[in-house]
Nanobody, 121 residues
């Protein structure tokens, strides 16, 4: 079994910054894609940013130029640096990881419990 534990959410004023972290632990042979999703009240969960084990990244258009995703493969951890935050960025942010539990297994997608980001003056 694998656990994803997020941290770093909170309340920030518009224009401010936050850094989210997500650490994966458990039976892990390899992690492929790690990503951040968010879900605002009344809206569907959406992809914010993703990163492969090789460091290739993709972003939602709404966060390009403001958010940066990175990862530390040695620590099985993914980060999301969020700058120039806007009220519309407020949501619960979820970490996701595609994890291979053994050399002969298959990748399984895991989710964190979510961390609240509030952007308000």
């Amino acid at each position: 079994q694998v656990q994803l534990v997020e941290s770093g959410g909170g309340l920030v004023q518009p224009g401010g910054s936050l850094r989210l972290s997500c650490a994966a632990s458990g039976i892990i042979f390899r992690i492929n894609i790690m990503g951040w999703y968010r879900q605002a009240p009344g809206k569907q969960r959406e992809l914010v940013a993703g990163i492969t084990s090789g460091g290739s990244t993709n972003y939602a258009d709404s966060v390009k130029g403001r958010f940066t995703i990175s990862r530390d493969n040695g620590k099985n951890t993914v980060y999301l640096q969020m700058n120039s935050l806007k009220p519309e960025d407020a949501a619960v942010y979820y970490c996701n990881a595609d994890v291979l539990g053994s050399r002969v297994g298959k990748y399984i997608s895991y989710w964190g419990q979510g961390t609240q980001v509030t952007v308000s003056s």
